[in-house]
């Protein structure tokens, strides 16, 4: 049944992805209810697919790299379910699919068993500081696809000739506000995480230490360049792009830290 429900979410992200392919390839791309509808049944069988290894291991499914990644992009699939039609943002379905399927794809090819022990008790505290730092990813990740939408949606604007998806991507201001609150979403979030970690006395090596506090302290920057009005929208945007595939590349490093 596990194999099953993620099989099933995957093959409703790549539906997504390839739906908005041919649209883009036909030069008729028209953002409708199937993008958004394909990702919610594709979030809703990795929601599945984590409430039975959940229930399998008896604690929150995060005992290994494959998990992780899942849960990360059920994560992002979820806050753009949440999010996508507040800000008008129903196109940026076709620009989160891609990289729900990559995170996917990634996890299924991934070998790797969890490292949870069912027989041992588990410390909920140390499991929300986890669940809470990859949705705060997921939140981040959301905000990458913010800024590249923005980073396009500028190009076409100085663009002479703008292709046609210019005239489906949403107004510039939505796209930098809403990758202004994404970022702040997620830096509440991981903010939350480390003081339920220290709720937990959670003990955290040196290494993980120092590669979690980084994120942080980049998000920190990001934000407070952008209030103090140091960062354009523009820098704000290629940044936390730049940012996330950071975060991304040191998410293995923590993850193996977390089990050393």
Same mark, same amino acid.
């Given at each position: ?14 539906? !997504? ?89 990634? &996890? ?69 506000? !809403? ?11 991981? !903010?939350? !995480? ?5 709720? &937990? ?60």
């Amino acid at each position: 049944m596990e194999n099953f429900t993620l099989l099933a979410s995957t093959l409703c992200y790549l539906f !997504s992805f390839g739906h908005t392919l041919f649209a883009l390839g036909a030069r008729r791309f028209q953002p409708g209810r199937f993008n958004y509808i394909a990702m919610a049944f594709g979030a809703a069988a990795q929601g599945w697919y984590l409430s039975l290894r959940g229930a399998a291991e008896h604690a929150c499914p995060l005992g290994s790299l494959p998990e992780m990644l899942i849960f990360l992009s059920w994560s992002i699939a979820l806050i753009y379910l949440v999010i996508g039609s507040s800000y008008r943002l129903s196109l940026m379905g076709a620009f989160t699919a891609p990289l729900v399927l990559l995170l996917q794809i990634v &996890a299924l090819l991934l070998p790797g068993k969890s490292h949870q022990t069912p027989s041992l008790p588990h410390n909920p505290w140390i499991e929300t500081h986890a669940a809470l730092s990859v949705v705060a990813y997921g939140a981040f990740g959301l905000a990458c696809v913010a800024g590249l939408m923005f980073l396009l949606q500028e190009g076409e604007l100085k663009s002479r000739r703008p292709a046609p998806i210019f005239h489906y991507l949403p107004p510039i201001t939505v796209l930098a506000e !809403s990758l202004k609150r994404l970022l702040w979403f997620g830096f509440l979030l991981l !903010s939350l !995480s480390f003081a339920v970690g220290m709720h &937990a006395h959670l003990f955290v090596s040196g290494e993980k230490f120092i590669c979690s506090m980084l994120i942080w302290v980049l998000y920190a920057l990001l934000l407070a360049g952008a209030n103090k009005g140091l960062l354009s929208n523009r820098r704000l945007a290629l940044f936390a792009v730049v940012t996330f595939l950071l975060a991304l590349a040191l998410l293995p490093l923590i993850e193996h830290l977390s089990h050393s």
